[in-house]
């Protein structure tokens, strides 16, 4: 068994979990980078190991229960201990759709990814969570995920108004709170992240942000000191209003 810590970032082939990969590698963790793509998984893994990264790929559909308990029964495998978990894995399906004409099955798909998705994974990785001496689980959540921004008429990004989209991270920013809460007598801490407007795919790269600048308060939650806060929403000023 590992004395590194162990970390698994959910959609990691490309984009911001991509970078947070990487970004754990490069402090010495263990990753197993979590791609529902077998060969883009695997390019992934090998461009970081390529960097020196101890990178490894895990299979995983975070819409799949199946796929998500193999997965977990594979880190199982290898480690006594899962240390740190980045639920990153979100699409975006309803940039510019009008609410009242939003088809509800893509608003369900966004939730199945988005919500449900983190919540399976976060579920079946618990018990290596509680193994572990310090767990971290941080959600990639989103500023349009707050309603304080949402109805802020100066908010930056105000007029994207995306009825799946918005609500899934806002539902997320929830599903963090009531997790912190159980789990506020353990060691493990669970926080949201806004990554800000970063240029990946999700948003065809007009994004002003990189991805370095996106990952990084993931990996400041992801590493969390003990007396670092649980059950809150942050970005790189700070904490973001729920
Ligand atoms: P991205 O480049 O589109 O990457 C999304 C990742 O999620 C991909 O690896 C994708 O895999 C994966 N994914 C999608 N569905 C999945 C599933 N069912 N199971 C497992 N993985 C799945 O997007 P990104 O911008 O890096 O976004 C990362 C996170 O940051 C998301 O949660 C997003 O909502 C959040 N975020 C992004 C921004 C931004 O400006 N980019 C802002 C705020 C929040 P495939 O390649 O197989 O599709």
């Known amino acids: 068994m ?19 990969a990487r970004q754990l590698a490069a402090l010495g963790c263990r990753v197993w980078l979590g791609a529902r793509n077998h060969d883009l998984g695997a390019a992934a893994v090998a461009a970081l190991r390529a960097e020196g990264g101890d990178v490894h790929h895990l ?3 975070v819409t799949d229960n199946e796929s998500v ?20 894995a979100g699409i975006a399906m309803d940039a ?8 509800l099955r893509r608003m369900q798909a966004m939730y199945e990814v988005n919500v449900f998705g983190a ?12 193994a572990a001496p310090a767990g971290r689980v ?18 930056e990004f105000v007029g994207y108004n995306s009825l799946g989209y918005n609500s899934s991270k806002a539902a997320l920013n929830a599903v963090t709170v009531v997790f912190a809460k159980e789990l506020a007598g353990t060691f493990i801490k669970v926080n949201a992240a806004d990554p800000g ?8 790269h007009r994004g002003p942000r990189s991805v370095a600048q996106g990952a990084a308060i993931a990996i400041r939650l992801a590493t969390l000191p003990p007396d670092g806060p649980t059950g809150g929403f942050f970005n790189d000023s700070g904490r973001v209003n729920w």
């Open 197 to 204: 407007r970063t240029a990946t795919d999700l948003n065809q």
């Open 2 to 20: 590992t004395e590194a810590r162990v970390a698994l970032v959910t959609g990691a082939n490309k984009g911001i979990g991509r970078e947070i």
């Open 96 to 103: 510019g759709a009008l609410p009242s004409e939003l088809d």
């Open 119 to 130: 919540v399976r994974v976060t579920q079946a990785f618990l018990p290596l969570l509680r």
């Open 69 to 88: 308990c193999a997965a977990a029964a594979r880190v199982a495998e290898h480690a006594d201990r899962l240390d740190i978990l980045v639920n990153n």
């Open 59 to 61: 299979k995983l559909d």
């Open 138 to 155: 941080v959600m990639m959540s989103s500023g349009l995920g707050s309603l304080g921004n949402q109805s802020d008429p100066t908010y």
